[in-house]
């Protein structure tokens, strides 16, 4: 995600759990990136998110859903845009 150079991490963590609901299991920060690819005062935090439910087998659908879910969060309240 592709949020401004003075987002924390914390900012971002915080609204991807809001978002994710009951089936988040876990969010962990893999990278950050910060560079010509992202633009002039921007950073890319690369998050890998794991979504499991307690009461069965998450489909294809409902990962995506959950996945737009936390998207839509970040973009709303941090203006983040998914990195190309």
């Known amino acids: 995600m592709v949020v401004d150079e003075a987002t924390p991490y914390g900012d971002l963590e915080r609204e991807i759990v809001a978002a994710g609901g009951k089936d988040l299991e876990s969010v962990a920060l893999l990278d ?8 002039e005062g921007k950073k890319s935090f690369a998050v890998r998110v794991t979504f499991r439910s307690a009461s069965g087998t998450l489909a294809e659908a409902d990962v995506e859903r959950l996945a737009k879910r936390v998207a839509g969060r970040l973009q709303h309240t941090l203006g983040a845009t998914i990195r190309d």
């Open 32 to 39: 950050v990136y910060r560079g010509q690819q992202v633009g």
